[in-house]
Structure formats: C-alpha cells, structure tokens
C-alpha cells in the first residue's frame, strides 16, 4: 500500500476520477517483429508464455485472424498511425523512408481533441522525421513513469508503449539459458528441424516475453492508480518474426499478428474470440471513434467498435471475411542497378491465400549474389542475419528437403501463388497453376485487382515502379557473412 501511495504521488495523481471528461484512455503497445501464433493463449507450444497478453485477451477479445498492410516495421507502423494502407501513403510506403505530414495520424488528431498524448521506445520508423513539427506517435518519453507525470488527470491519454523487442540481434543460447525445453518448440513447416533453428527461434522467444512483462508493469501502474477500468488497450506486433520467410513475406508466418483488445468499462462479454479478419489499419479509425473524435474519410481502416460492442464470438460480422496486404520496398537488396523491391499485394480468406508477385524477376529476399548487389556486400538482405538464415543457406545441398526449404526461403517466385489453407496450413504448396483450381484463382485476382484499385493503389494502376522505386532509402542492409 506505501508503494502505490507513493507511485501516485510521484506522477501527480489521486486514485479517483481519471480521464474527467468521461472519454477512455488508450495504451496501444506494440512489439517490433513479434508475429502470429507466438502467445501462450494461442497454444502454439508450451515454451514461449506472455502472461500479460493472454490477460488482455481473457478479460477482452482475441482476434484469430489480424494482420498487418505491409510485413516492413516502417510501412507498417505508418498504416497503423495513419489507418490507411502503406500503398496510398507514397514514401511512407517504404522502409528506412519518410513519411509525408499531409496524412493525418491518430495520436496528433487525439491530441487536438484534447488528449494527453505520448510514445516510448519505438513507434515511427525507422526513417526521417525531420519534416514533422509534432512526433506522429506522440511526444516521446524517457519512461512510462515520465508520461503520467506529465498527464493532467482532468484530460484523457493516449499511450503508445513501444519496444525493439524481439527485433534481432539475439544474445545467443538466451532463451535455452532461461529454462527453455527447446524440443518442444513447434517450428513453421517451411524450416528444417535443427537445434540451431530451435536455439534461434528460443532466443526470439525470450525477447517476446520480454516484452510482455513490460506490458505487465505498465498495466499494473494504471491498476494501482485505479485508471485501468476505462482504458482500452490494444496489443500486437508490427508483422512476423525476422527469420526466413516470416517478415518481409506476405504468408500468415510474416504477415499475421496476435492481437487483443481490453477495456473492463466498455467491452461486451470479455473473453471472447473472433475468427473475423481485421487489418491494424482498423486501429485508428477505432480509438478516434471510441474517443468521440471524426474519422478522416482517407482512412481505409475500418472502426472495430461492432466487435467491441457486441456480444458474439467466433464469426461476428459477416462483411469481415477477408484482408488485404502488401509489400514494397523493404531493404534495398536487388542487384546494381536496380533500386527497387519486392512489389507484392494479397488476399487472404479462411480457405485461400492468393499472392501476387509484381515483379517476379527479383529476389523475394535479395539478391543471394552479394558482390552484385547494389548496396555493397548485401547478401539475402530482405531476410534479417541471424543463424537460422545461416543454416538454411550452409546446408541447402545437405538432402532434397533442405534444397526446397532454401528455396522456399530464398528462391524466385512466380506472379501468382494460391495456398489452398484447407489442406496446406503452412502455405507450402502453390497450387496457383493446377487447373482444378483455375477459377479459384480468376476469382480471387479479379477481387484484389478490383479492391486495390478501389483504394488507388498505384501498383494496381499500373504506375508502382515510378511511385515506389526512386524513393531515397535511408537505411543498411545485413550483409555477407563468410
């Protein structure tokens, strides 16, 4: 009881009447490369456990199908401010890129509502910022401790807690120091079953449960000054885990996130789950309706108070049965001359998967020659350094399935691939050129072609090369390891 005394008086605050003005306070925590299906809750495995996100979940709603606009912290994080798809937000659009100060963010819209408004650790980027007068996440924090010391309890807040976990690089055998039983880790179907890639992903694994525990702490900071009952929080990751085919891809293992969503005055029945597909788009168009405040009509995100307010699980709203996804450059990893990415767009239902390449005639993961590549030395430089990387590139040759892993990994892809999910889970087997599933295919590309243009996305309209290639980018690139 000393300590919670003392905690509300260090940040200016009593245990009564927070948010005065009745509207909700928002926490948006978000990790960085943390992917689908790694929570406790999901039951993926019994190694990696996040307590605090399966709390969220218990005491709110758990989303089975979330995913991301673009598997690239920068375009994603610019989709998740913004409510927009990364493809409408032109440089923003782009990793180690800017982002233009016409788009309207929800932190600053909130804080011209009134809100207190602030960020911790990561939130934008990465990229240049020097365009913006006001940080688009919000006025960055040294400490959570900090922001509720600046809030003025007669005001609302809004909190976005941030972190560069599980982001590599990994202080290697972490996980497996920690007590972590490695051969019950459940890897992805595309990856060779090694210790070294359990150790890898264990180490991942630590990271996440880093972050987790610090979701904890700071619930437990609004707990103790009784602010929690009309928060709402909302927990995810920005795409999948830095590994081979995970982030940087468009399959649910780089493009689909956990996602949970608290908030004890406002939620209907908690402990619900939904098998509706939503985008982390839908984010700000939620928190600004939620906070009384008008959604701009250049969102393409969709407000997921109908999930909030009712009382149903599993299937809730009908209209909710697909999510679009996208990708375009992420590192610059071609060969010299070329500039550009790894253009991608997507559709994703409960039965089907349909990718569509753009430009098939690059490295969906760089280029594998690194003395060609245009930055120097940049060897698969979509896919993050780390041994996992390295083992399926050092064994490829070992047997046929490490040959099909590395290709899976790092091969060339064609324009069009179709996972049918009933049968192929792990999205292994491209079925896009079997003609029993012919019209299956004409279907789905006839419906993303239709709703990408719907939302002018200049790859669908023909003019993505010039809109998206010649943008600076900013950053590195992992580079050759001999």
């Known amino acids: 009881m000393r300590y919670v005394l003392i905690l509300a008086l260090s940040v200016g605050l009593v245990s009564e009447s927070f948010a005065a003005d009745g509207r909700p306070n928002l926490v948006f925590a978000i990790a960085d490369d943390w992917g689908w299906p790694h929570a406790s809750i999901y039951g993926n495995d019994e190694v990696c456990q996040t307590p605090a996100f399966d709390s969220i979940a218990r005491n709110g709603l758990l989303f089975h199908h979330a995913y991301i606009s673009s598997p690239s912290c920068t375009p994603s994080r610019n989709a998740i401010l913004t409510g927009q798809f990364h493809w409408r937000l032109g440089s923003g659009a782009n990793l180690w890129s800017t982002l233009d100060t016409v788009h309207n963010t929800y932190p600053l819209l909130l804080e011209d509502a009134g809100y207190h408004v602030g960020s911790w650790r990561k939130s934008w980027g990465p990229g240049d910022l020097t365009n ?76 996440v449960q880093r972050f987790d525990r610090d979701v904890a702490d700071f619930l437990a ?37 956990p996602l949970a969503i608290q908030w004890p005055k406002g939620l209907k029945k908690p402990g619900r789950e939904a098998d509706d597909f ?8 939620t928190f600004l309706a939620l906070a009384g405040v008008e959604v ?27 999510v679009l996804m996208g990708k375009e450059r992420h590192v610059m990893a071609q060969e010299e001359p070329d500039t550009g990415g790894t253009p991608m767009r997507a559709i994703r239902n409960h039965d089907f998967l349909l990718i569509r ?23 698969l430089a979509d896919c993050d350094n780390g041994p996992t990387k390295t083992y399926i590139v050092n064994n490829q040759d070992k047997d046929e399935e490490h040959r099909r892993k590395y290709q899976l990994a790092f091969g060339k892809r064609p324009e069009f691939e ?21 019209e299956t295919l004409k279907q789905l590309v006839a419906q993303l072609t239709r709703e990408l243009k719907a939302t002018n996305d200049p790859r669908a309209l023909g003019k993505g090369d010039e809109t998206f290639d010649p943008v600076p980018y900013l950053g590195g690139a992992p580079k050759f390891e001999p």
């Open 132 to 207: 913006w007068d006001r940080h688009p996440a919000g006025k960055p924090y040294r400490s959570p401790d900090e922001f509720l010391k600046a809030w003025d309890r007669s005001k609302p807040f809004c909190f976005w807690l941030g972190a560069s976990d599980p982001h590599r690089p990994y202080k290697p055998g972490s996980g497996k120091a920690s007590g972590m039983d490695l051969s019950k880790i459940e890897l992805f179907e595309h990856y060779p079953d090694d210790e070294i890639i359990r150790s890898d992903v264990a180490d991942y694994y630590f990271e």
């Open 221 to 257: 900071k609004l707990q103790q000054l009784s602010a929690l009952d009309n928060t709402i929080v909302v927990m995810t990751g920005d795409h999948g885990m830095p590994f081979p085919r995970c982030k940087g891809n468009l399959y649910d293992s780089g493009a689909r996130v």
């Open 278 to 285: 939503v985008s982390t788009t839908d984010i700000a168009p």
């Open 296 to 322: 701009p009509p250049q969102m393409t995100g969709r407000s997921l108070e109908d999930l909030i307010n009712s009382d149903r699980a599993g299937r809730i709203d009908p209209a909710r049965d697909h």
């Open 357 to 379: 390449n753009y430009r098939p005639d690059r490295w969906p993961a760089g280029t594998p020659n690194y003395k060609k590549a245009i930055i120097p030395n940049a060897w």
């Open 418 to 438: 179709l996972y049918d999910l009933r049968s192929d889970p792990g999205q292994l087997t491209n079925v896009a050129s079997e003609p029993r599933y012919a």
